[in-house]
């Protein structure tokens, strides 16, 4: 394959469309797959098993006569037929994603994902507007509370501080000779739902389901991992029926050692996985995160895909103003909540905005000068003891909000109401902090059109609902939520639009891109492309009319967009080593629609293979 590349440049269009459309994966496509397994086996195994779809000739050849009930179904009857009960549930239906009957949606799903995978992700793809707030936020919060008793069959590894010194040869105990993406979590700050413990796992599992329906990677590359270190849910710790380890967490270079050895084993196994690190709390997200990042293909999500996301969210914001995006440096931005979400927004947005003022020194200091920023203490001045030094560069000196009739620890509505800002942004799991005070202090914003930023999952701990916003400020308002929010009627013939300002739009995209470039790491650089391609993916029209971030309907879109900017960049960087048949030097050559179509042509469908068995 790498020879036949080195001559595309110079054969006919279609040859060399023919061969960019050629899937670089294994079991993708029209040829058949492998099996070494027959009978009961392959139908117990979900990455292989077609249920009712399996053809005459497969039964026949794989042993399935007899164990299947003799009608052969067409994948979309089979589908028609699973979702009559999907169904059933929403004549019941009442209050949208976060009804009680999301759970039981949530088991309906989880118990197809257990049987055959291909027909799970076929229904997440076809329907993911209706299903990602199930297998997603704000549902999977839900699940990862009520974790015990939903527990059925394990999915994903589990590390725990009792498997120091092993886990080198665990990790082999995973049946997949490759894995691509792997989703890691310690449990501690799942959501705004606090330390979930083991329980956890589901969130890992949540983002994978994303990463297969949006971005395309094969269900059987993805790893969903728990490093169970403990938890300090006190609840948890006394439950009888708790899953994980009941120990208090392991803190320190003890934490350190367990987490150093689950990347060593990972990595000496699969040297090109990716891995995500998902809902750390703070404390150890940006210094894991510090660790890592230069030796390792990982990213922390929470700190960097939430930055993306935002930058694109604030830059629409001011499109969405009818301004030109060199004013963006002039807007006034109230953050609330300094955790690793809000200090990775904040740490993003002073150097977007540095970079628009000449990418300077002086740009870079006095860019901090347009934010303040309220955590569980209120406003975050240099009259802070014991400040955060992550916080630190964000702190106001107390002379300049003396003038501006603020004091070291001002409340959120007191800041909202001298600051006047363009932008409210929450990142604090507080839900309602945005409350009617605040909201109405926020009628006096100097903008044209105040945007209104409630990034709190899920949908319980969001800042504000729409409706609030919507019905305080009027319709001349940007609103956007970490969970989904429908739209708001207003009643005079306008509709208020919710957007979805959630990392989902971002993270299978840099994982997607930082594979099939062959990245060796995930740099700021690769980071900030993905961002700018969201920020510009929407139209002129679109963001006038408030819309600021995609349905989730076109999130397959998207994630390939977002994927081919990260994978240009890589080039670019030169940081791309290549991905199987598509070496270094062939994807330097590629243009940018052939990157894209590169991006799509490696993105895995779910259709059945024909399977064919042979003897191991
Ligand atoms: N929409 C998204 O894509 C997205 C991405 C990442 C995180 N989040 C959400 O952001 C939230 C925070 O995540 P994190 O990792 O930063 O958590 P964290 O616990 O580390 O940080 C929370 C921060 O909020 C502050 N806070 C608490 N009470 C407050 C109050 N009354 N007023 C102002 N600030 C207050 C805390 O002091 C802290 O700085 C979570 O709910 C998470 O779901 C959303
Ligand atoms: O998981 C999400 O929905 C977004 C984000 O990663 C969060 O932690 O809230
Ligand atoms: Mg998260």
């Not at 026949?60 to 999907?86: H, K, Y």
């Not at 900030?528 to 995609?550: D, K, W």
């Not at 940081?575 to 629609?593: F, N, P, V």
Request: proline share 5%; with cysteine.
């Amino acid at each position: 394959m790498a020879m036949l590349w080195k001559h595309v440049r110079v054969l006919s269009p279609l040859l060399r469309r023919y061969l960019l459309s050629r899937p670089f994966t294994t079991t993708e496509g029209h040829r058949p797959t492998i099996v070494h397994k027959r009978s009961l086996d392959i139908l117990h195994d979900p990455w292989f098993n077609k249920g009712t779809a399996f053809s005459m000739t497969e039964r026949d050849r794989l042993d399935l006569r007899g164990l299947l009930p003799p009608n052969v179904m067409s994948p979309n009857l089979q589908i028609e037929r699973f979702m009559v009960d999907l169904k059933r549930l929403e004549v019941q239906a009442r209050d949208g994603p976060s009804d009680p009957n999301a759970l039981a949606k949530w088991r309906i799903l989880n118990r197809l994902h257990d049987r055959n995978e291909t027909m799970y992700y076929k229904v997440l793809i076809a329907n993911i507007e209706e299903y990602a707030p199930i297998v997603y936020t704000p549902t999977v919060g839900l699940v990862c509370q009520n974790y015990s008793g939903l527990f059925r069959r394990p999915r994903g590894m589990y590390f725990s501080a009792e498997d120091r010194g092993e886990m080198m040869s665990m990790v082999y105990n995973w049946p997949a000779e490759q894995v691509d993406m792997i989703v890691v979590t310690d449990g501690s700050r799942i959501l705004g739902l606090g330390d979930l413990g083991v329980q956890g796992i589901g969130i890992a599992i949540g983002k994978l389901d994303l990463y297969v329906a949006a971005a395309g990677i094969n269900p059987q590359r993805v790893l969903p991992v728990m490093i169970d270190v403990g938890t300090n849910n006190e609840k948890l710790l006394e439950d009888p029926l708790y899953l994980g380890l009941q120990q208090h967490r392991l803190d320190g270079d003890d934490y350190l050692a367990v987490v150093d050895e689950f990347m060593e084993a990972v990595f000496t196994r699969w040297p090109n996985v990716i891995v995500q690190f998902e809902d750390f709390q703070s404390k150890w997200a940006l210094k894991l995160l510090q660790r890592y990042r230069s030796t390792y293909r990982m990213f922390n999500d929470d700190v960097q895909g939430t930055a993306g996301v935002a930058i694109a969210g604030l830059l629409g914001a001011v499109r969405a103003q009818g301004r030109p995006l060199i004013d963006f440096p002039k807007q006034k931005i109230v953050v609330a909540g300094a955790g690793s979400a809000g200090i990775g927004v904040l740490n993003a947005a002073r150097k977007t905005m540095a970079r628009m003022l000449g990418n300077n020194e002086v740009a870079f200091q006095s860019a901090k000068s347009q934010f303040w920023v309220v955590d569980a203490k209120g406003l975050i001045t240099e009259g802070r003891e014991n400040i955060d030094p992550d916080a630190l560069p964000f702190a106001r000196k107390l002379k300049e909000i003396d003038r501006q009739g603020l004091r070291e620890g001002a409340s959120l509505e007191e800041v909202v109401k001298q600051v006047k800002p363009d932008v409210l942004l929450g990142l604090s799991a507080v839900g309602g902090l945005f409350s009617k005070e605040v909201l109405e202090a926020l009628k006096g914003s100097t903008s044209t059109r105040p945007a209104i930023f409630a990034m709190s999952n899920p949908t319980k701990n969001a800042e504000c609902t729409a409706e609030e916003a919507f019905s305080i400020l009027g319709d001349n308002i940007i609103f956007a939520s970490g969970s989904p929010f429908s739209n708001v009627d207003l009643g005079n013939g306008h509709i208020g639009h919710c957007n979805q300002g959630n990392n989902m739009y971002l993270f299978p995209g840099i994982g997607l891109g930082t594979l099939l470039s062959g990245a060796r790491i995930v740099s700021d650089g690769m980071l900030q492309a993905a961002a700018e391609r969201l920020a510009t993916y929407m139209s002129e029209e679109e963001v006038l009319n408030g819309i600021i971030f995609p349905s989730t309907s076109r999130i397959r879109d998207i994630t390939k967009e977002v994927a081919a900017a990260v994978v240009q960049e890589a080039v670019e960087e030169d940081l791309a080593e290549g991905y199987h048949g598509m070496d270094a030097r062939e994807l330097q050559k590629l243009s940018e629609d052939e990157i894209r179509e590169y991006v799509k042509n490696n993105m895995w469908s779910p259709d059945y293979p024909t399977l064919v068995y042979k003897k191991e």
